[in-house]
C-alpha cells in the first residue's frame, strides 16, 4: 500500500495480521517505523526530523551508501538517504521466506546528476519485508551496472535508530573485546574492554569484524532487540549525547535519552564490483522479552 506521508512524501506500509507494522519513505527507502504486535513503536524518529529532501530524515533506518560518514569526497553518509527510490512491482526470486511476510522491492539507480558526482552506474534494490511474527528484514543487492569496465568501490552502513526507554540502562551485547575505530579520536584503533557496552558520554565508534548477531538489552522495558546481519561485518555504535545533540537542528535536546544507534556496516575494508557483479547484505531486527 502506498500512502503519502508528511510532506505529501510517499511511503509505503507493510502490515502483519496480528498488528505489526513497518513504514518506509521511498524517499532514501527510509525505514521510518516499526511496531511490534502491540503497536509500540521500535525505532527512534526525531520529533525535530525535517522530511523534506535534500535533508536527510533524522531517526528511523537511514541507509548510508556509497560513502560511510565523511571517509571520501562525498556528503556526510553518501546520497542513497536523500535520493527517490521507486518501487520494483515485478520483484524478481520470490522465495518462501519473504513470500510468507509481507515485501516491497526499492530501486535507486543514478541520475546523471548522481553521475557527475560519483561517476557509476549501479543498480541498489533493497527488499523490505514485514516477517509473519513481526520480524524486519532489510535485504540489500547492489550490482555494478557499467558498460565500460570500470570497477567501484563502496562502504556502507543500515544507521538504524533504536527506540530505548532511557540510554542509562541499556547494554549493547556482541561487540566486547574487539577492537575499534574511535571516530572521537580521530579514528585512532583501540580494543574493547568489557563484555557489555554501556553509553554514559557521547560515543561513536566502528566495531570491526564483528558477530553475525549483536543484542541491545532495554533495562527499563525488559526488551532485547536482536540485530542479526550478513556481508555487514562492521557495527558502528552512536549517541550524540547532550552536547552534541544542541549543535543538530533536527534532533531535540534532550532525546540522546531515548535512542542508541546500532548499525551493521561495511567500513574498514570497502567494498569493490567488477561490472557484472553483484553484492548482497542482510540486516534482520527482531526482538525478545
Ligand atoms: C554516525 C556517525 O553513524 O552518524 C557519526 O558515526 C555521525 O559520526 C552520525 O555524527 C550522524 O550523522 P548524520 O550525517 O546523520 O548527522
Not at 553518501?78 to 526470486?93: E, H, I, S
Not at 509481507?102 to 533493497?126: G, S
Request: aromatic share 10%; charged share 25%.
Amino acid at each position: 500500500e502506498i500512502t503519502k506521508g508528511i510532506n505529501g512524501l510517499d511511503k509505503v506500509i507493510l502490515r502483519q495480521t496480528q498488528g505489526s507494522g513497518v513504514e518506509v519513505y521511498l524517499y532514501g527507502a527510509h525505514v521510518t517505523s516499526w511496531k511490534n504486535g502491540q503497536g509500540q513503536e521500535l525505532l527512534f524518529v526525531s520529533s525535530k526530523a525535517i522530511f523534506d529532501p535534500p535533508k536527510p530524515i533524522r531517526g528511523g533506518i537511514p541507509i548510508c551508501f556509497p560513502q560511510f560518514s565523511n571517509l571520501g569526497t562525498l556528503q556526510s553518509h553518501g546520497f542513497a538517504r536523500n535520493r527517490l527510490w521507486t518501487v520494483d512491482n515485478n520483484p524478481p526470486n520470490v522465495t518462501s521466506e519473504v513470500a510468507n511476510g509481507v515485501f516491497v522491492d526499492l530501486l535507486l539507480k543514478p541520475t546523471e546528476e548522481d553521475l557527475k558526482i560519483w561517476p557509476h552506474r549501479f543498480e541498489f534494490r533493497m527488499r523490505v519485508t514485514l516477517g509473519p511474527t513481526g520480524d524486519l528484514m532489510l535485504a540489500s543487492s547492489i550490482k555494478n551496472t557499467d558498460a565500460d569496465g570500470k570497477l567501484f568501490t563502496f562502504t556502507f552502513a543500515h544507521h538504524t535508530y533504536f527506540s530505548v526507554s532511557n540510554i542509562s540502562g541499556v547494554e549493547v551485547k556482541g561487540l566486547g573485546k574487539l577492537d575499534y575505530l574511535d571516530n572521537l579520536k580521530n579514528r585512532e584503533r583501540a580494543t574493547e574492554v568489557g563484555d557489555a557496552i554501556t553509553i554514559k558520554s557521547e560515543f561513536d565508534r566502528v566495531y570491526l569484524s564483528t558477530p553475525t548477531e549483536i543484542s541491545i538489552l532495554d533495562q527499563e522495558k525488559k526488551r532485547t532487540f536482536v540485530v542479526q546481519k550478513d556481508g555487514l561485518p562492521d557495527a558502528v555504535v552512536w549517541n550524540p549525547w547532550e552536547a552534541k545533540a544542541k549543535t543538530m537542528a533536527d534532533f531535540g535536546e534532550d532525546e540522546f535519552k531515548y535512542m542508541v544507534c546500532v548499525e551493521a556496516a561495511a567500513i574498514e575494508k570497502p567494498i569493490t564490483l567488477k561490472p557484472g557483479e553483484e553484492w548482497k547484505g542482510r540486516l534482520q531486527l527482531s526482538t525478545r522479552l
